[in-house]
């Protein structure tokens, strides 16, 4: 299906009917496969394998890759839509098919091999397997061109050693796009990127990252002892790593911004809803200024994201044509997004009062959850030096 536009129909901006029907398609799914399940798997830790395989069949794992690849050859915009009613329903699910779509599926699409597509891509776009990114060390976040760890070429393959961190599904993942050093001197040109089989000597899995939300995604430290990469397997040419890292986190914070978007819209309709039923001092709650003024707020906030994040999906989506890079329209989303997630989980936890605290609704859920998109994928400290970085032309 090939849709690439918003259309403008009246005086507001709407969907067109395919793109709409891409976002009913996915909250169906969401509201009756994953809301049921979601509360108990945040409680257990538990990765929610079974929803993650529906959504692999439902073609949710790599919606912009072609089919012949695996994916489900939709546009950027179907996947925001798609993104944001998983991420309504549980943030976890959110992460899981961020990760797995514009951070490793993307990578591979843009800068793969005919053979690294077959083999690296093809099993995790079709969702029959899982795939990770790996760019953090425990020393290295913010400032990801200062990595520790090292790829030394020996023969026809890379031997690798370190440490990386908070790799998200790094514990269920059949392959990871991995971030490393093969020429230190040359700081961040001394990066290149490479494509891991989780099932080779030399590859073990660290411990869990114990985390406040997204609970029910798995995190976990990675460590590389001696590993063999095959020459075959690296992505794209030695040094040209962390061009590619912060060309996929451009996607990746898209991805972000659409989970953050849905995290603040989940918060909102659950406020709305006991706006309009609780009632104090002989009134709905609804009718307190202090209350409604909460909705306004949160609503406006929330409108001004998804728009935001729709344009930068449309950048995105012509950038495949136009090589134009969509950096600025990804990092306002992402800030601004993630910052409404945050303010309207918060305020829905006030809105519902004790209620919000209690573990018997979703909205502490939100309030956990929401915080990590003003952290992962780039804080919104760095948003704001991408953003300011280029207003000021300071490249
Ligand atoms: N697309 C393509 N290239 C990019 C780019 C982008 N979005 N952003 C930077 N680059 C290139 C620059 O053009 C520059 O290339 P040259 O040296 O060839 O000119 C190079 O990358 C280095 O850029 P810069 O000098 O801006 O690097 P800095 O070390 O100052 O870092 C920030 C820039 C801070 C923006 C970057 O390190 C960053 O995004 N950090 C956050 C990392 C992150 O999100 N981590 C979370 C990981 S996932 S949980």
Avoid at 1 to 20: C, D, F, N, Q, Y
Wanted: proline content about 3%; glycine content about 10%.
């Amino acid at each position: 299906m090939a849709v690439t536009e918003i259309s403008i129909s009246g005086p507001t901006l709407e969907l067109s009917s395919e793109h709409e029907m891409i976002q009913q398609v996915a909250r169906e799914f969401a509201q009756n496969e994953i809301v049921p399940i979601a509360a108990e798997h945040d409680e257990s830790g538990e990765f929610p394998i079974e929803t993650v395989r529906k959504m692999g069949e439902m073609g949710f794992m790599g919606i912009e890759i072609p089919e012949q690849y695996g994916g489900a050859g939709l546009d950027a915009l179907s996947y925001v839509l798609a993104l944001t009613e998983i991420s309504k329903a549980d943030a976890s699910h959110g992460t899981i098919m961020s990760v797995n779509n514009s951070l490793y599926c993307n990578a591979i699409d843009r800068f793969g091999t005919e053979r690294q597509k077959g083999k690296f891509l093809v099993p995790v776009a079709s969702g029959k397997a899982i795939g990770a990114y790996s760019l953090t060390e425990p020393m290295s976040g913010s400032d990801a061109g200062t990595m520790r760890s090292r790829a030394v070429l020996d023969g026809d393959s890379y031997v690798i050693n370190g440490r990386k961190s908070w790799v998200s599904s790094g514990p269920v993942a059949k392959s990871i796009l991995l971030f490393t050093m093969t020429d230190p001197e040359k700081r961040h040109h001394g990066v290149t990127a490479f494509l891991i089989e989780t099932d080779q000597p030399g590859f073990s899995l660290g411990k869990t990252e114990p985390k406040l939300g997204i609970r029910a995604s798995a995190t976990c430290e990675i460590l590389f002892e001696d590993y063999r990469c095959p020459v075959d397997n690296r992505l794209g040419e030695e040094g040209q790593g962390f061009m590619i890292a912060m060309q996929v986190l451009d996607a990746g914070r898209i991805g972000i911004a659409s989970q953050a978007l849905g995290i603040a819209q989940a918060a909102y309709l659950a406020s709305l809803e006991y706006a309009r039923k609780r009632e104090a001092f002989g009134r709905k709650i609804g009718e307190f200024q202090g209350i409604s003024f909460k909705l306004a707020d949160m609503k406006t906030r929330i409108e001004a994201s998804r728009l935001l994040t729709y344009q930068a999906a449309l950048a995105k989506q012509s950038s495949k044509a136009t090589g134009k890079r969509y950096t600025l329209q990804a990092s306002m989303a992402k800030l601004f997004a993630s910052e409404t997630a945050s303010y309207c989980a918060s305020e829905a936890v006030q809105i519902h009062g004790g209620m919000g605290y209690s573990k018997e609704l979703p909205v502490e859920r939100y309030y956990r959850d929401a915080k990590i998109t003003e952290i992962y994928e780039g804080t919104s400290e760095i948003q704001r030096i991408v953003i300011a970085r280029h207003e000021l032309g300071l490249h």
